[in-house]
């Protein structure tokens, strides 16, 4: 029912935008869609969503807040893990110190 009087309502106002039949086209256009504003059923059914509305924006709200408390708290701990994994990275590519050789003598005996 409200996709019906949406688009009735879109076509009327295409209809008195592009319209070039003059005045009278344009009043009978206004008529229309004055009886279909005061219609009762249109009338109960914005009452309805209004009501709807009320209902559930704090429940929304609430549900937006705390998923963007989640994604904060995501985001930071990826950007912690992303910094010491880079620090990991790091310590990973620096040159390892190779312990001292001593030589040895042909028959395998320190010198």
Do not use: C, H, W
């Not at 807040?65 to 994994?85: D, I, M, R």
């Not at 990991?88 to 028959?107: G, H, I, M, R, Y």
């Amino acid at each position: 029912m409200r996709g019906r009087i949406l688009f009735v309502a879109g076509i009327a106002a295409g209809y008195v935008v592009g319209a070039r039949a003059g005045r009278s086209a344009y009043e009978s256009v206004v008529e229309r869609v004055k009886g279909i504003a005061g219609n009762p059923a249109v009338a109960k059914a914005g009452e309805k969503a209004k009501q709807t509305l009320e209902e559930k924006a704090p429940k929304v709200a609430d549900a937006a807040g705390k998923a963007a408390s989640t994604a904060a708290s995501a985001a930071s701990a990826a950007k912690e893990a992303g910094a010491s994994s880079e620090k990991e990275s790091a310590a990973d590519d620096a040159p390892k110190p190779t312990p001292p050789t001593t030589p040895q003598s042909p028959s395998g005996s320190a010198a």
